[in-house]
């Protein structure tokens, strides 16, 4: 049965939410994985795993831990790069789904940035997740689990 791995660390509240919300409609295993601790309803479904302190930590774990045909919800792209590379997918909180046909050139766009931020060219970050984003999250979301979950 296909689980749903969460990068906790970073995963806006409000994202959270529209996922707990989907493991208990469709009754699929969800897991947050967080180096603090994470809260999340009672539930049958939706459990948290503590991991140590330090980067790419949680990253590790979903890595090792996911199988072929699990999901991960991350905006890494090392991460999503990770899983797909093991037969798995991944959709960031904005709704894009990381595939393994566009995961090379992101990784690449992804580099890119990182040495302007480096080298100061780029200060600032990535937009604050506004109410588009979340229903474009939503619809991914719904598209991939009518796809890939079957009871």
Known sequence: MMKIWIDADACPNVIKEILFRAAERIQVPLTLVANCKIQHPRSNYINA??????????DA???DQAEPGDLAITADI?????LIEKGGYALNPRGE?????????ILSMRNF????RGDGVITGGPAALNQSDRQKFANQLDRF????VRK
């Open 49 to 58: 795993i503590q991991v140590a302190a330090g980067a790419d930590v949680a």
């Open 113 to 116: 940035m990182d040495d302007l």
């Open 97 to 105: 789904m990381y595939t393994s046909d566009n995961i090379r050139s």
């Open 78 to 82: 090392p991460l999503a790069a990770g």
């Open 61 to 63: 774990y979903i890595i």
């Open 145 to 148: 689990l009518t796809k890939h």
